[in-house]
């Protein structure tokens, strides 16, 4: 493995292949939520307090993926309304006892809804659909998304740094993690081109 540590390195200090590889992660992360976003942040921000990237790009980039990816699907939901429930895709992630819950947060809490969906896991994607269903007006809900997303990587990325950082002095840890991460992000950009061009083959069987 020790091979890949060079590339690793040099992946890490070019500071837009950085930003634009996390941004693709993160936006697509919004579509297929099995990406393990969260802990990749947290041990790239790791690997930057150790010495390896930008802890800075690396909050930026998920946080502008995040956002972007965020953004489409409310809007997708907006402009299409319940129609978009019918979508194969849309199934995997709504049912009715999702909305009804979402529908009645939406009620009690208005867009802070949407900062509520970030801390639970799985409901990130379902809160922003909703957030679009139940036409929440664009500003409202385009700001709580980008804000909602600056805090909750804001406090996972300053984590992961400070975390690589107190334990600067493990070396093996450092390499080891950057290896992983850089592997973990290939997986997920292959696996996710993969999925995407799979979907659009079943697709055009179907037509």
């Keep these: 493995m020790e091979f890949i540590l060079p590339w690793i390195e040099q992946f890490a200090s070019n500071g837009i292949l950085l930003f634009l590889t996390i941004f693709i992660v993160s936006l697509m992360n919004v579509v297929f939520p099995p990406i393990p976003l969260e802990t990749l942040t947290i041990f790239g921000s790791f690997a930057a307090g150790a010495g390896y990237g930008n802890p800075v790009i690396i909050w930026m980039a998920t946080v502008a993926g995040m956002s972007a990816g965020g953004i489409l699907v409310y809007r997708l939901a907006y402009i299409k309304g319940e129609s978009l429930i019918q979508w194969s895709w849309a199934?995997?992630?709504?049912?009715?006892?999702?909305?009804?819950?979402?529908?009645?947060?939406?009620?009690?809490?208005?867009?802070?809804?949407?900062?509520?969906g970030k801390c639970i896991t799985g409901m990130n994607?379902?809160?922003?659909?909703?957030?679009?269903?139940?036409?929440?007006?664009?500003?409202?809900?385009?700001?709580?998304?980008?804000?909602?997303?600056?805090?909750?990587?804001?406090?996972?990325?300053?984590l992961g740094r400070y975390l690589g950082h107190k334990y600067h002095f493990f070396p093996a840890v450092g390499n080891s993690l950057a290896i992983g991460i850089g592997i973990g992000c290939l997986f997920v950009l292959t696996g996710g081109i993969l999925y995407f061009f799979r979907g659009l083959k079943k697709k055009g069987n179907k037509d």
Excluded: M
């Design 91 to 116: 199934q995997k992630h709504l049912n009715p006892d999702a909305i009804a819950r979402v529908k009645g947060w939406f009620q009690r809490y208005g867009t802070w809804t949407i900062y509520i």
């Design 125 to 158: 994607l379902i809160v922003v659909l909703c957030c679009g269903l139940f036409k929440v007006e664009y500003r409202k809900a385009s700001v709580a998304i980008i804000v909602s997303n600056i805090i909750y990587y804001g406090v996972l990325v300053g």
